[in-house]
């Protein structure tokens, strides 16, 4: 009679905790099946659970192999020809950490492990093993077959000691910390007591609702540790994250361990900045549960959106850049590519802005205060990086080598972000560093008891990664940037090294396994770094490790000014990295030497292209060091190349024009519209018959068809009016002002500076207002109303810039108290402006301004994301408004302003060059202090006269109005108007980030998609 078994089959979210998480290759889906043995001999296995059916699970019945019992470990070898590899079968009595033992020793000996089966007898382990070589064969050699039979049993036999002895040991000595089953308990203790979690682990999390509200419930309770009869929105919100990070952990698992099995190149993402914005909704859309969540929720009481609004931005970043590293992240991810990103996990961000009587004021971004869900800490992943000491030489092998001796060292320890793609099973990953105090300093001050000193060093280890851009005002600003930037970058790159060399011995194979992307100039002392690795640690000659160096780099640059590039003064890299200055000075000396040969004694040119820059103050030029080094040197958008190649670096072009390439920045489709903008998400598949859009955006060119219907057009001008609700709501929530929806929404939102000109924008506020003012009140009933909208933060120390967000608010204030004005025109200034906010304004956007003098614009990523939502723009043709023209046509856009080709000649022109009467009466009132505040806006109007408006905005002014007043004429027309706002989202498909990644891989990477199988 079979004996009656009861098993539930949990499912456990992290394969970190796993006893066989450092398995080798095998079936990513079902590694192990595991079998459990009946009274009557018989065996039950498991299947395996499906993702989303709820059906109780079913065991089936096979046949027991016979193996021996009177022998502790005994392993026996099977080559039958109807197997496809060898069959190792090793009976052993079980302990904690056995398994993993085993697959180590299979790893060590080069072996892959294929499948793999586990049957329990009682205090006994039964384990089937089909094992492969390194060719993928059978191991048919009887001698092999006994030294494996030989290594397995020691390995078995020895306590688990493939490699060292027990504790806690470093795999290849490189910062991956490995502790070993069992710690702390006595080899008699080690029975079998956990080893039922296999058949624990061989199901995927459901999605049903059931299972989705008892995963919310679980962490509510025991993660967040709430009752789950009573809690709030936010720990709905916790319980909610945990939950989705689960999923989130399964894909990311499956696709690294599948990532290591079939090794492609790698392309590993540096950038300082990452500005995530919210991770729930994107993730959940990502993983295509958004509606089943917002089921479960419902039946718990919640709203989704309502849960979903408790997370804070991620403040990782500042700007365009910090967003489109996000983006391509995500496109990464989406795309299959085998993918990491690196950056720091700074502890405050960005800085919370705060508007006191018009004023902005500066306070930390507490965004790490309540825990972040998303973030996975790798206590066991930790590096140490050095800074300052001295350089010796020591003599090895008959070589003179360099030694660095530092004089402080701290430690980098990671926080893993999983990034879900759409569409796909991967899930790639985003590295965070976080500083912390050198254990071993840590240690000697306590126990010599120096207190103060231990807390001292603590918290200057943890300033490195505590801020986003310290200010570098002074010199120690300028070295903790210097220190953050190669705190950064050394623990990325010795991560790198050692992935690389789990599965790799020869460094000339790192250019077809690694690619290494720079972002800007800020990590590329990258290039240094694995200079001084390549030489100094791994001993290779000066030649073999350029020639490897120069073929692992790419890097793009956002900089439109010469002097605007990043430099570090030779004094400050020579006392925090005294070795790195050695090894600049090398390069430099080489690549100079190969210079003169090649242009002959040009001194000017050969001083312009030098990495090191001579002058009052000795310096490195980055910039010129990344495109020494890099194979490919990136602009952003046409536009950008164009005057990279014909101003910036002129030099470099005319030497290396093949190294040159532009790749238009992008945003994704799946944050800016999926998540932001759900009614026109859906309204958009409706008229495409088809959600493919979301992954092939070249499909939105389909709405060009349908342009014309005028139900596509009731429903478009529906989706406007109702996110212009929203929006409108949020104003008034915020600053109590009451708006019309009838009125055109005018958005100008992104980081405020003279050369973005939202101080064109005020003054063309001013005009508008001075104009409605002095109307008859007929004619006011002709007047288009606007709500004007700008939003944006000044750096802390850009005092221009924070009298511009002054001036917003007094004008503001004068405007929307104005009794003659009324709905006519309103002005709103939203406070602390970041993704979030972003999510809001753009879909409730009718027009957008982006108005950057020409030539100063690399590429303007926020003017995509408007126009995948069809919002109209008002725009200079700078940056990649230009390639928008091309796709959306001249007629659906509003153009003023001087041409990039004619600004240096304007600028030679000086204070001849004469302003409209219009521009000198606005600007004549602010410096009367209609708007108060007259002294206080004295130096600002004083940028705009007497030759010193370098950013022209006197000169474009009467083009601007004109721009405006043709938007007005259109805006009457709604007809006309929605028919520009589709034609704007159908041509928005060449500026996803999707487009902008394929053509990095093809011609820049070499890499090639990696999809994690289903």
Not at 29 to 51: D, E, Q, W
Not at 293 to 321: H, I, S
Not at 437 to 444: G, I, K, W
Request: net charge negative; charged share 25%.
């Amino acid at each position: 009679m079979s004996a009656a078994i009861s098993v539930s089959f949990l499912t456990t979210p992290s394969l970190q905790q796993r006893p066989f998480s450092l398995l080798p290759p095998c079936n990513l889906r079902s590694p192990f099946s595991v079998r459990f043995r009946t009274s009557n001999g018989r065996h039950l296995i498991p299947p395996r659970a499906s993702n989303d059916n709820n059906e109780p699970q079913q065991l089936t019945e096979t046949t027991p192999s016979a193996v021996p019992s009177n022998s502790s470990t005994m392993i026996t070898v099977q080559n039958e020809d109807s197997l496809d590899s060898t069959l190792f079968l090793i009976r052993a009595r079980n302990r904690i950490g056995l398994l993993q033992v085993i697959t180590r020793a299979f790893k060590i000996l080069g072996l892959t492990i294929e499948r793999a089966t586990v049957e329990l007898e009682g205090e006994y382990f039964v384990k089937s093993f089909f094992v492969t070589d390194s060719d993928g064969k059978k191991v048919e050699d009887t001698e092999s077959l006994e030294r494996i039979k030989e290594a397995l049993v020691d390995a078995i036999d020895g306590d688990g000691s493939v490699s060292g002895s027990g504790g806690v040991g470093l795999v290849s000595g490189r910062g991956v910390v490995v502790r070993k089953a069992g710690l702390g308990m006595e080899s008699g203790e080690r029975k079998a007591k956990v080893e039922k979690m296999f058949g624990f682990m061989d199901a995927f999390l459901k999605n049903d609702s059931f299972s989705l509200q008892k995963d919310i419930l679980d962490h509510v309770e025991y993660t967040v540790a709430r009752s789950r009869f009573i809690f709030d929105d936010f720990e709905a919100y916790q319980g909610l994250s945990y939950s989705v990070r689960d999923r989130l952990i399964e894909r990311w698992h499956d696709t690294h361990r599948y990532f290591k099995k079939k090794d492609p190149k790698r392309l590993y993402f540096l950038s300082l900045e990452f500005l995530m914005g919210r991770s729930l909704s994107n993730s959940v859309i990502n993983l295509g549960i958004r509606d089943q969540y917002a089921d479960a929720l419902n039946q718990l009481g919640f709203e989704f959106e309502v849960v979903a609004e408790q997370e804070g931005d991620a403040a990782l970043g500042n700007g365009g850049l910090a967003r489109l590293c996000a983006c391509q992240m995500d496109s990464l991810a989406t795309l299959d590519y085998p993918a990491w990103g690196y950056g720091l996990r700074y502890q405050y961000g960005l800085f919370r802005q705060i508007i006191l009587d018009g004023f902005q004021l500066e306070e930390p971004d507490y965004w790490l205060n309540f825990g972040n869900p998303w973030e996975i800490e790798r206590v066991h992943v930790s590096y140490p990086v050095k800074f300052y000491g001295t350089v010796e030489e020591e003599g090895i092998q008959g070589q003179t080598i360099k030694v660095w001796i530092p004089g402080e060292t701290v430690e980098a320890v990671a926080y893993d972000n999983p990034i879900p793609g759409y569409g796909t099973r991967n899930a790639i990953n985003l590295r965070l560093w976080a500083a912390k105090p050198s254990d071993q300093y840590d240690m000697e001050s306590y126990n010599t008891g120096d207190y103060i000193n231990a807390i001292m060093d603590r918290q200057k280890a943890e300033t490195i990664s505590n801020v986003l851009y310290p200010d570098d005002r002074s010199y120690q600003g300028k070295e903790l940037r210097l220190k953050q930037h190669y705190f950064f970058v050394s623990a990325s790159l010795q991560d790198i090294i050692r992935r690389f060399r789990d599965d790799h011995n020869n460094f000339d194979e790192f250019p077809e396994k690694v690619a290494l992307q720079i972002n800007d100039t800020h990590p590329s002392l990258a290039i240094a770094e694995v200079m001084r690795v390549l030489v100094d640690e791994e001993h290779l000659d000066w030649s073999r490790a350029w020639d490897i160096t120069s073929r692992v780099f790419s890097f793009t640059t956002h900089t439109v000014h010469a002097e605007a590039l990043e430099k570090i003064p030779v004094d400050l890299l020579g006392n925090l990295l005294p070795r790195h200055l050695q090894i600049i000075y090398e390069i430099n000396y080489k690549f100079m030497e190969e210079l003169k040969s090649m242009i002959g004694q040009d001194y000017d040119r050969l001083s312009r292209m030098s990495i090191v820059e001579e002058g009052a103050v000795k310096s490195i030029r980055m910039a010129n060091l990344s495109i020494v080094c890099c194979q490919i040197v990136n602009g952003v958008s046409k536009v950008h190349l164009d005057l990279l190649k014909e101003r910036v670096f002129k030099d470099f072009y005319e030497l290396w024009p093949q190294k040159f390439q532009y790749k238009t920045n992008g945003v994704t489709q799946r944050r800016w519209v999926v998540v932001s903008n759900p009614n026109l998400s859906s309204l958009i598949s409706k008229w495409l018959g088809t959600e493919s859009w979301i992954r092939n955006v070249d499909l939105l060119a389909g709405l060009r068809q349908h342009v014309s219907d005028p139900d596509l057009q009731r429903e478009w001008k529906m989706v406007k009016k109702v996110n212009k609700a929203r929006l409108a709501e949020y104003i008034e929530t915020l600053s109590g002002i009451k708006v019309s929806l009838d009125a055109m929404f005018d958005v100008q939102i992104k980081r405020i500076h003279e050369y973005k000109r939202q101080l064109l924008n005020i003054l063309g506020i001013i005009h508008r207002y001075d104009c409605i003012k002095n109307m008859e009140t007929s004619d006011r009933r002709k007047v288009v109303p606007r709500v004007c909208i700008i939003g944006g933060k000044a750096a802390p120390g850009y005092d221009i810039a924070k009298k511009i967000i002054k001036l917003c608010h007094v004008v503001a204030e004068k405007i929307n108290n104005d009794a003659d004005i009324g709905d006519l025109l309103k002005l709103v200034f939203i406070p602390d402006y970041n993704v979030s906010v972003a999510e809001l304004v753009i879909p409730g956007s009718d027009l957008s301004q982006h108005l950057s003098t020409a030539g100063h614009e690399a590429s303007g990523t926020g003017s995509m994301k408007f126009l995948m939502n069809g919002c109209l723009l008002l725009a200079t043709a700078d940056g990649a408004i230009v390639e928008i023209m091309e796709e959306v046509g001249a007629d659906n856009m509003f153009l003023f302003g001087a041409k990039v080709n004619e600004v240096p000649a304007l600028h030679e022109k000086g204070a001849s060059l004469k302003a409209p009467l219009q521009f000198l009466r606005v600007v004549r009132m602010v410096r009367d202090g209609y708007f108060g505040f007259k002294d206080y806006f004295k130096s600002l109007c004083d940028t705009l006269e007497d030759g010193k408006d370098f950013y022209l905005l006197g000169y474009d002014f009467a083009s601007y109005l004109e721009a405006q007043a043709a938007a007005d004429r259109t805006f009457v027309d709604p007809e006309k108007w929605i028919h520009m706002s589709i034609l704007s989202t159908a041509g928005s498909g060449k500026f996803s980030s999707d487009k902008t990644i394929e053509e990095y891989a093809k011609h820049t990477w070499g890499i090639e998609p990696c999809k994690c199988p289903f």
